[in-house]
Every structure is written in structure tokens, then in C-alpha cells.
């Protein structure tokens, strides 16, 4: 029996979750057939690059290590195996009871990790360690019939017809062979686009700093001077790490007065920091307790039966008509079963009584917010989402520092409020939150969404504000950030930034609606928010090979309003097979997985005990590798085909030659199968783990030189 050989370009989280789900799987599907995996990334495995442990110490999750993991467990529904796993907080405990273990080589991640408490952020540092001991521990588990080699290289190009051995070439030059190639690639950058394009173009005019949108810890932002006024458009996580970089990671630190003032103490080296976005206000904290009642039965208004309705019907969807009101009440249930479990004194009903008008309301009916406001005397205790998604509206003012003053009071009050366990009934909403994409991708998967509302509702609105309620930094992030507000070091925009630029200057003009009339001038723009996949402009040079010789196509929607080119990668919702346009469907041996394909991929690790989306696309894409890679039943002489024949190209484009095929390729490659400690620390002379460069990713215009 000839061996099986997998190709999967992409290390990082989802390429380890991926390999872990192998090894659930394959003593079922794959019993007896040897296989042998090239995991292909020029970052380590396990982290990836945005996991990477070559990244500022500064830098954290928004994640309490005690909500962070990478295992499947009782709550999980998939198809294969559960394997069980200890979270980041309970490995970190005592990471040497958990074989096969590797002390960190960073002695104050070791540091890090014997202090970390369940309920602390950790460092992204300290994740990378946990990642690296979760890809040990998934080579480990892999049946003795399947082997792993590690090539720290970068791939840069997939050919290879449909019904034959793809082919994987590396930087280095060396062509892995394979029967299947999965594309586990993270998150993507791709090359400034339209208005992007243009500020790119402005600031290279005028010698300024313009940032694209970038992942922070790529950001070269070295040329920013000390000083110098910069506007930062967005207010979300990547705001709060890049002002972190140019603040504390400038020298800059903290003091905490005996009255508990935070208090900034500026190295003089930082820049002049103007914030802003569309709302105006930073992500909503995390919560820093945990559920003081019991956790509420979820789901029960956005469940299956209740998305079977919706299919059920006739005609296009649309997210905020069809679906929004039942995924409110969810949210909503979430919250008021908390709030009258944990904290019943400041509720004037019964648990059953409420929850029996609740159940036959609409979620924006007149009869259920009179239930709440008979039910719930205080208003800060009721559940209003329109507030909560724009808290800045109806706010205009005269003079800029009076916003400063209430923006600090708001963040003021959404820090304590996240730390205080007497309004739970927030993390009750949140878990509501969560549950919520149990039933979403099924809807997704349907199509019945019109192209508008993908657009506008999912891609658009709904991204947001579930970023906005459930992403947010740690509380201590938001105290430091009121530290620099008092400093000066952070001055705040408000709601509705524009950003426009002086060309008689050379400037940027940032202008609100909070505070009309009122401009900012800047000589450095920093697009705060991460980059969005654009197929057609992306940095990865498989899929930009791929989508020149018209073999992966872009997710696009249209309805008679609309078109949206969403940039995503299309994939087969059920197992992730890329779509090629010259096989007219599925290609039977390449598969995407990721936050790059219109899968619109969840987190590759999850909060224990959530059913994680993330979990049951990995888990389902493992299965039909493994199928796939079953044995041929040899053909008696004479007896016809029974097995279907993949669909065949219209036309094979070749972009460059590629080597001759066969396993005889395979063979005479120098890569060895290789042992756990020889997967983790090739040794320098195997081309086969060659480290290489990483593509350049888009950099900012500098200044010009004096």
C-alpha cells in the first residue's frame, strides 16, 4: 500500500487544530493506510506569525487565560472523535504535566506563565508558548502510520490537474508532491487599494507617515516622530496595541498613586495621539469576573427549529429583518436570566412570570419593553442596543476639551462596570453572544442572504458591533489609555471621523461630528482597524498565482439592488474545498480553511465549553481529507469505474514549469520522516527546513530623510 501525502501550507493555529483534528479522526477513516503530512510555514508551528513569539512583550490577548483553548470537549457537536485538552490557564499551572512539554527558551514567558492567574490577560508571548506545546502534543497523539515533516519555508505556488498530484513549490525551490493540499493561511494582508492608494500616494508626495491598515505587530513605526501629531482612525483592538507601541514600547510607563490614579509618565519620545472612529468610543471592556448565577439554557429563540423556519420560507433573507430580532431575544435572554438569577433584588417579577411574557413578545415590541420596564425598574439594568452600538449619538458640543472630559467619563464608567460582578448580567449577554453562531453559518451557507445584506448587515454592521460588545481590551488597557487622555499624550476625536488631506500643507485634517467645526491638523495618518482580505490584491503568492491563472475565484453576491465583492476566497461551506471556475465546482484536491475564504471563519482556538464554530469547520474538513485519502480499491479487468471522476478542466494554464510527477519525486526529495524532536528542531542541513524570509508586507511611507 503506497503511502498518502498531505500538504498543508499554513502552521499557525489553524493548521495545528487541523492536524489535532487528524489524529481524532483517523483511526476511524484512515486506519491502515501510511500517510505522511508536510506542514509548510516559514513561522514556527504552533504560533504562526500572528502567534509568534517574536513580538513586543507589550502586546496581549483580549482573552482570559482561562477562556482560551484549542481542544474540543463535552459541549462540542462534531462528527469525530472529542479529545479533551487543558485550557491556556490550566496548562499554564503546571505545564510539565502535560507531555510532551518543552520549557519556553524566553525565561520571562517561564516567568509569566508560573504566575498567570485563570482570570488574567496574557501576554501574546505566553499564548505562543501554549500553541507550540499544542502542536507537540498533536504530532504526538498521530497514529504510528503517520509522520510529519516541518518545512520553515514559504510555499509560493499550487499546480497540478484535478485528478492527479499537486504539486507545492517553496521559496527555497524544492516541490513537495501531494494527493492533497490544504490552505491554512491566518490572517492576510493585501496591498493598499482605492482611498488607501491614494493617502499611500499623498504621503510619499509630502514626505509624510501614512500606516494602511496592518496587523500591529508587523507595523514598522519607527518614523513616527517624537511628538509629531498623528491621528489614529478606529478604535478597536489595533488602536489599543499601536498606542501601546508608541507610548509604553517608546519608554513611557505607569504609576499608581496611593488613591489608585493611574498616572502616565511619558519618556518624551511619543508622539501626539488623535483618536477617533464612526463611533467615537473604544471597544467595550472585557469582563473581569465570571457569572454569578447559573448559565442560562442557550439557545432558546435562535435555535435550529427556528432557523428551519426561516429556510423554510420563501424568498431572500435579510439579517436585520429576518434574523436580528430572534438573535436579540437571544442575547436578551442571556442577559435578564442572569440579572434575575444573580441579582433578583433589582428585579420587581418573578423569574417565571417575566419569562413567560418574554417567550410570546417580540423582541421590539411595544408589550415586551413595557414587560422589561415593569420588571427591571433601573434603566441601567435593561438591555438597549441601539445605545450600546452608537452611545455617541445626539452628542455635539462647542469646545474639544470639554469631549475630552466626557469621553473619559464614559470610558471611566464601562471600565468599572466590567469589573464590577453586580452587573454580570453583561456577561450573561455575552455568552448569549457566543451562542449565537451555532445557527448563523447556516444561514450563511444557504445563500438566501440578499447581496445587500451580506454586505451592509454581515460583512458591515453586524462584524462591527459584535467586535464592539464582545472584543474589547482588557480593563487595564482602557485605565492606561485614560492615564494618557489626562497626560495629553491621547487627545479623542469623538464620532464620525473624516479624514481629508491639504495638499498646499501636506497635511492631514481630521474633522468629527461630536465637535463640528472643529479640525485637527496631522502630519502622520495611521488606519487603525486590521487589514481585509482583497483576493485580487493579496500578499500570499499561492492564492495570487492561483487567482492569475483562474483557478480560485472571489466570493461575489448579486441581487438587483447589489453587488458585493467581498475579497473572501469561495469554498464549499460543507468541507472548505476551494471553488475553481475552470472545473466549474469544487476542486477535489485543494481545500482553504481561514478568515481569508467566505467560510467567514471563527477564531481557530475558542472559549471551553461554547460548541465552537471554529472547531466543527476544522473537524469536518479533517474528515473529508482523511476519506479522500483512502485507498483505491484495485479494479478487477474488465469491471467499469464506480468511483465518481472528479470534474475535469476546461483549460490548464501553466505559469512556470513544473517538475515531472510521480512519488519517485517524493522520494528523491531531502526530507526524511521525521521524529517529534527532529519536527521541532530540524537540523539546519535538511533543505526540508530551510528557513527563509518572509514576504515583504505593504510598509508605511516614511518620512523624508533631512
Known sequence: ??????????????????????????????????????????????????????????????????????????????????????????????????????????????????????????????QSAYLDWVFRRAVADLPPHITVTVHRDRAVAVTGPADGPQRVRLASGQVLTGDQVVLTLGHLGSAPGGPHRELARFAARHGRYYLPPEFSADADLEPVRPGEHVVLRGFGLAAVDLTVLLTEGRGGSYRTGPDGTLTYLPSGREPVLHLGSRRGVPYHSKTGYRLQGPPAPLPRYFDAAAVDALLAGAGPLDLRRDLWPLMAKEIGFGHYHELFHAHPERTALPWAEFLAGYDRLGWYSAGLAELVAAAVPDPADRLDFEALDRPLTGLVLDDPEELQTRLRDHIAADVARRADPAHSADLGAFLALLSLYAQLPRVLATGRLTARSVAEDVDGWWSGFFSFLASGPPGFRLRELLALSRAGVVRFLGAGIEVTTDEATGTFRATGASVPGHTVTATALIEAYLPRHALERTHDPVLRGLHRSGAVAEEVLADPSRVHRSGLVSVSPADGRLYDPLLGGPHPRRTALGPHTNGRAFAAFARPRTDSPGFRQTDSAARALLRALRPTPPQRPGEPTTSPTPPQRREEPTASPTPPQGREELREEPTTHLQLNDVLSPPPRRSAARAVPRAPTPQPVPHNQP
Open 1 to 126: 500500500m503506497t503511502a498518502a501525502v498531505l500538504v498543508v501550507v499554513g502552521a499557525g493555529p489553524r493548521g495545528t487544530g487541523l492536524l489535532e483534528r487528524i489524529a481524532a479522526n483517523a483511526p476511524e477513516l484512515l486506519p491502515d493506510r501510511p500517510l505522511h503530512i508536510h506542514l509548510v510555514d516559514p513561522h514556527p508551528p504552533g504560533a504562526g506569525r500572528i502567534w509568534r513569539h517574536d513580538q513586543s512583550p507589550l502586546l496581549r490577548m483580549n482573552s482570559m487565560a482561562e477562556d482560551v483553548t484549542m481542544f474540543t470537549d463535552e459541549r462540542s457537536t462534531i462528527q469525530g472523535p472529542v479529545r479533551p485538552g487543558p485550557s491556556l490557564a490550566q496548562w499554564a499551572a503546571d505545564p510539565a504535566a502535560h507531555p510532551p512539554y518543552a520549557p519556553p527558551a524566553d525565561p520571562a514567558v517561564t516567568a509569566e506563565l508560573h504566575a498567570l492567574a485563570p482570570t488574567d490577560f496574557p501576554t501574546r508571548r505566553a
